[in-house]
C-alpha cells in the first residue's frame, strides 16, 4: 500500500517525559490506526480511529484523527521503559480493505 | 482486543524444502486475511491478500507460485514457501481483517506475531 509520512523517524526520551509522533498522508483516510511493535513480534493494536476529529485514549496514549482526515498524531504521556519499541501508524482509505502503513518511530527510553 | 495466532514461530529449513505457515483468528472470523513480509528495521511490505474460499490476491511482484496461500476457512489462512532459498529468509506476519458488518462501521487488521523464517 501507499506509504504514509511518519515522523520522527526515531527518538531517544527521558523516562518520565511526554512522546509524540505523527503521520501525514496525501489522500484522505477513513481509518487511522496505531501499532507498537516489539522486537521478533508482531504489531499490536494500540488505538483504532473512525471518525475525522476523534480524539481517542488508552491509558497513557492518546491518539487523534485529523480533521482534514490526512493525518493522525498519537501521543505518549509519562514514559516508561517498557514504552520502548517501534510505532506504525497505518491507515485506510475509503473502498479499499488494504493498510497504508508508516516507515515507524522507534522510541528509545533513557531510565 | 482480538486473537490472532501463527505457527510455527520459527523455522530453520534447507534450501529447496517448502515450509507452511498457519495464520489462526482465535475469537472472530475472518473472510479476509494478509500476509507480509518485514525486513529488519522496515515497515510491513504486503504480499498478499487472502479471501476465504476464493483466489489469493497477489501485491505486483509477488510470485503466487512461490508463495501458495489457502483460506480454507474463516479462521485459518496458510502461506506455504515452495521451495525455500536463503532470499527467502524473512519475518512473515499474518493479520485478519475485523469489521462490524455494516457500512461505515469499524474495519481493523489485528496482527498474528509473526513467523522467522531462516533458510540455509
Known amino acids: 500500500g501507499q506509504q504514509l509520512n511518519q515522523s520522527p523517524q526515531s527518538m531517544f526520551i527521558q523516562e518520565g517525559e511526554d512522546v509524540s509522533m505523527n503521520c501525514t498522508s496525501s489522500?484522505?483516510?477513513?481509518?487511522w490506526l496505531w501499532y507498537k511493535q516489539d522486537p521478533g513480534e508482531g504489531p499490536v493494536l494500540l488505538i483504532a480511529?473512525?471518525?475525522?476529529?476523534e480524539l481517542t485514549s488508552n491509558g497513557r496514549l492518546t491518539a487523534q484523527f485529523g480533521i482534514t482526515r490526512k493525518d493522525s498524531f498519537l501521543n505518549i504521556s509519562a514514559s516508561i521503559p517498557s514504552d520502548v519499541g517501534i510505532y506504525f501508524c497505518?491507515?485506510?482509505?475509503?473502498?479499499?480493505?488494504?493498510?497504508?502503513f508508516g516507515a515507524g518511530t522507534t522510541v528509545t527510553v533513557r531510565a | 482486543g482480538a486473537v490472532v495466532s501463527q505457527h510455527p514461530s520459527r523455522v530453520i529449513c534447507k534450501s529447496g524444502t517448502s515450509v507452511k505457515i498457519e495464520c489462526r483468528s482465535l475469537?472472530?472470523?475472518?473472510?479476509?486475511m494478509f500476509w507480509y513480509r518485514q525486513f529488519p528495521k522496515k515497515s510491513l511490505m504486503l504480499m498478499a491478500t487472502?479471501?476465504?474460499?476464493?483466489?489469493?490476491?497477489?501485491e505486483q511482484g509477488v510470485e503466487k507460485d512461490k508463495f501458495l496461500i489457502n483460506h480454507a476457512s474463516l479462521t485459518l489462512s496458510t502461506l506455504t514457501v515452495t521451495s525455500a532459498h536463503p532470499e527467502d529468509s524473512s519475518f512473515y506476519i499474518c493479520?485478519?481483517?475485523?469489521?462490524?458488518?455494516?457500512?461505515?462501521?469499524?474495519?481493523?487488521?489485528?496482527f498474528g506475531p509473526g513467523t522467522r523464517l531462516t533458510v540455509l
Open positions: 493479520s485478519a481483517r475485523r469489521t462490524s458488518g455494516r457500512a461505515g462501521g469499524t474495519d481493523t487488521q489485528y
Open positions: 489522500s484522505i483516510f477513513n481509518t
Open positions: 480511529l473512525y471518525k475525522a476529529g
Open positions: 497505518a491507515g485506510r482509505r475509503t473502498n479499499d480493505y488494504k493498510l497504508s
Open positions: 475469537d472472530f472470523q475472518a473472510t479476509t
Open positions: 487472502s479471501n476465504e474460499g476464493s483466489k489469493a490476491t497477489y
